[in-house]
């Protein structure tokens, strides 16, 4: 009896001991289910809404951006957790005004110039580069211009102030500046190491009129520039070549550690080139084309080249594909973003990798509204919805939410 006691002792024990086991796993499942309901990432027919007077520039660090403001001549930091805006950087230079910023978590950079009568002769030609290190507030002046006037023969879409800049993770900042040479306006590619405080030319043009230098990139170790030459003066330039300035825009690839130069393209129009990794995209223009352009992706290993969007693209309507002007691409480690001109809408990004069109925004009204991505960086996609009576928005995708959400 003694025994038969024990026995039934020992079974309730182990029943309740299994009881206790599924109640914990049971709470831990449940536990687990919350904790995926939460993550769900937000659907991107609801993106997050920015102050309309924000231009977004870059990064300060994954919650900060640093943007210029629209409705005054101002650097600002805005966080996209609080909310909250401030000013960080005024010119330098009284009467300048502030242009081509380019951030990383380390420093921000920007042009600084003087603004002359608005007539497209009277060029700017007073300027500065100025960089800040956000985390002791040094500030230093990269570069100044050489010019005491703007009374050069020179044609008139060059500029005497930089078009350009590119900063790198490593900080390294490169761009094109218009110089003088035995009397001669140029254009000058210049590499500057912010750590070092150190200057280096890594490529000059012939003056400006035959060649000039536009649109430098950096990532790593690389540096890319596109070289336009052989000034395009036909009257119908679109028959004969194309309906750009110059005839013929090559790309060229320069390594900073082994000093060398690679020329990618000959004799053709690629330009504003964009690396991430292995892979670089530019512009292509090609021959007998009026106000039309694509997308074309380098594998910087192979050195293959293939469209990957344009007329022909899935997301493209047939009755204005064929003239679509597209511009300035950007790479990051799974998108490539590019913009329209002429107010053509974007509604949409490239997945490299699934080598697919993402759509980015479903809650649009085609006819009435235009989406243009106004910054793509590693972390997020900033965005500017333009609608009709005053009914604008300014907002943002986070990357990794967009990613599990398609």
Do not use: C
Request: aromatic share 12%.
């Amino acid at each position: 009896m003694k025994k038969l006691k024990i026995y039934i002792s020992v079974i309730i024990i182990i029943f309740l001991a299994l009881i206790l086991v599924g109640i914990k796993e049971n709470f831990l499942i449940t536990q687990e289910k919350e904790n995926k309901t939460s993550a769900t990432p937000k659907s991107i027919d609801n993106p997050i809404d920015l102050p309309l007077n924000l231009l977004i520039k870059g990064m300060m660090n994954t919650n900060e951006v640093v943007a210029t403001d629209k409705d005054s001549n101002k650097i600002l930091l805005y966080n996209l957790t609080t909310k909250k805006q401030s000013t960080i950087i005024e010119p330098l230079n009284k009467g300048y005004y502030i242009k081509n910023v380019v951030s990383n978590y380390d420093w921000i950079v920007w042009i600084e110039y003087e603004m002359q009568i608005q007539d497209p002769s009277n060029k700017p030609f007073k300027w500065f580069i100025v960089a800040k290190d956000v985390k002791t507030g040094k500030v230093i002046t990269v570069d100044k211009s050489i010019f005491t006037d703007n009374k050069y023969d020179i044609p008139l879409f060059v500029n005497l102030t930089p078009d350009n800049l590119a900063l790198s993770k490593e900080n390294i900042l490169v761009y094109a500046k218009s110089n003088l040479e035995d009397s001669n306006v140029i254009s000058q590619l210049i590499l500057y190491d912010l750590n070092t405080e150190v200057s280096k030319t890594i490529s000059k043009s012939k003056e400006v009129s035959k060649e000039l230098i536009y649109l430098p990139n950096i990532y790593g170790d690389k540096v890319a520039w596109s070289l336009f030459r052989d000034l395009n003066d036909d009257v119908d330039r679109n028959i004969t070549f194309r309906n750009t300035q110059f005839k013929y825009s090559d790309i060229y690839i320069y390594e900073i550690k082994t000093g060398t130069t690679k020329q990618m393209t000959k004799d053709d129009f690629y330009h504003a080139p964009s690396m991430f990794g292995d892979y670089m995209v530019a512009i292509h223009t090609p021959l007998n084309r009026d106000s039309y352009s694509e997308v074309v992706l380098f594998n910087l290993n192979t050195g293959d080249k293939k469209s990957i969007i344009n007329e022909n693209s899935p997301i493209e309507k047939d009755d204005i594909a064929k003239n679509i002007y597209r511009d300035r691409p950007v790479i990051n480690e799974n998108f490539i973003s590019w913009f329209n001109t002429g107010g053509f809408n974007n509604n949409y990004i490239y997945d490299y990798k699934k080598q697919k069109f993402v759509k980015l925004y479903k809650n649009i009204d085609d006819e009435h509204q235009s989406i243009t991505i106004t910054k793509m960086t590693d972390n997020y996609i900033f965005m500017f919805l333009r609608s009709p009576n005053d009914n604008d928005r300014n907002m943002y995708i986070e990357t990794d939410k967009f990613i599990e959400s398609n």
